[in-house]
Nanobody, 123 residues
Framework: QVQLVESGGGSVQAGGPLRLSCAAS????????MGWVRQAPGKEREFVAG????????YYADSVKGRFTISRDNAKKTVHMQMNSLKPEDTAVYYC????????????????WGQGTQVTVSS
């Protein structure tokens, strides 16, 4: 079992930054691939970014590539996502997620989810 708690969401103007954090507890964190998935009102969940268990590999959705950076600290059991140059279309609830399998570049490959944190970007 994995418990995930997100923090760092909020409201920001377009072009500004936000940093999301996710604290994990439960099973061995360092063996899990981690990611962020978002859901905007009226839309399906969208994979945003993923990072392998070692932190050595990352993968981003085209919509955020070059603007978002995912990282992890296995000693502290945390995952972070630095979001820069935010756009109104980035407005969504952002979920931290864990993948205990081998895949981590698609939303459906994640099997543990946090409660989500709201990010609102105004123009």
């Amino acid at each position: 079992q994995v418990q995930l708690v997100e923090s760092g969401g909020g409201s920001v103007q377009a072009g500004g930054p936000l940093r999301l954090s996710c604290a994990a507890s439960g099973r061995t964190f360092s063996s899990d691939n981690m990611g962020w998935v978002r859901q905007a009102p009226g839309k399906e969940r969208e994979f945003v970014a993923g990072i392998s268990w070692s932190g050595g590999n990352t993968y981003y959705a085209d919509s955020v590539k070059g603007r978002f950076t995912i990282s992890r600290d296995n000693a502290k059991k945390t995952v972070h996502m630095q979001m820069n140059s935010l756009k109104p279309e980035d407005t969504a609830v952002y979920y931290c997620a864990a993948s205990t399998g081998s895949g981590w570049s698609r939303g459906y490959q994640y099997n543990y989810w946090g409660q989500g944190t709201q990010v609102t970007v105004s123009s």
